[in-house]
């Protein structure tokens, strides 16, 4: 129990210090987009209705959603592919490297053309950006996949979905859901720049109107739930990481434990 308090201590000290030093530096502050933190926490509850999360908060989730699960599944596919084979690598390999190194927002524009202005070209920019944290990822896990396990099941006539199933995948889970974490936060900045463009709802549509008609504590709302947002997704994402990797974790803790 005293170590569960421990931890909670430790995870809201910064924030609340933060919070603190922000209240004070900007009270009395009469610069019209600097407000004092009084003035925006006052303002959110007035701002940030049932109504406007459910015509804002709610169809950005929905996109992140589904773009953040096109990517997942992109990713892990073809990651494990090419992880598998060497030719596949070798041949695909330069081609990653040049198109990851394509920021997403540059593509906005072009997805655009094809796809549209409607949800569709926001999914597909949320995936463009988070797709390749867990592709590389992926590659990498399964191309550490331990050798002489690798031989142990090849030995046991292991072959096929089945080594894929109880060995490779549980092997590069750990390195997969490395990529999952980072695409995480790529998928929100991705989300709010695409509904920079062309949208009629979003959080980022809603930010970028308060900023146009000069609302700056409404604005400064926004931002603060989107940083909530992320947090709470963060919390969600440990939760279920701790769940899928518990035997990673059991063994990592057993292993400090012994040395």
């Not at 530096?25 to 987009?33: L, N, R, V």
């Not at 999360?53 to 992109?74: I, N, Q």
């Not at 990851?100 to 920019?125: E, H, N, W």
């Not at 504590?217 to 603060?224: E, F, R």
Request: contains cysteine; glycine residues 8%.
């Amino acid at each position: 129990m005293e170590r569960v308090l421990l931890r909670l201590l430790l995870v809201v000290a910064l924030p609340a210090l933060l919070v603190v030093a922000w209240w004070y530096a900007s009270d009395g502050s009469t610069d019209i987009y600097w407000p004092p933190l009084r003035t925006i926490l006052s303002t959110f509850p007035d701002v940030w209705t049932g109504e406007r999360l459910r015509e804002d908060v709610l169809p950005s989730v929905l996109r992140l959603s589904a773009g953040y699960a096109c990517a997942a599944v992109a990713g892990v596919a073809l990651g494990t592919v090419i992880g598998s084979y060497r030719g596949v690598r070798a041949v695909c390999e330069p081609v990653l490297e040049f198109l990851r190194a394509v920021p997403p927002p540059v593509l906005v524009p072009v997805i655009m053309l094809f796809a549209g202005i409607g949800d569709t070209m926001k999914v597909v920019v949320i995936a463009s950006g988070c797709v390749w944290p867990i592709l590389l990822n992926t590659v990498e896990g399964v191309r550490a996949v331990d050798s002489v396990m690798s031989e142990t099941a090849r030995s046991y006539g292991i072959t096929g979905v089945a080594r894929l199933r109880h060995l490779v995948l549980p092997a590069a889970s750990p390195q997969i859901f490395a990529g999952l974490r980072q695409a995480l936060s790529i998928g929100i900045i991705l989300m709010v720049i695409s509904e920079m463009f062309a949208a009629s709802n979003g959080l980022g549509f809603t930010i970028v109107q308060f900023q146009r008609g000069f609302a700056i504590p409404d604005m400064w709302t926004g931002i603060l739930l989107l940083g909530l947002l992320g947090f709470v997704l963060s919390v969600v994402f440990r939760f279920v990481e701790r769940r899928a990797l518990g035997w990673y974790h059991g063994a990592r803790d057993a292993s400090r434990r012994s040395s």
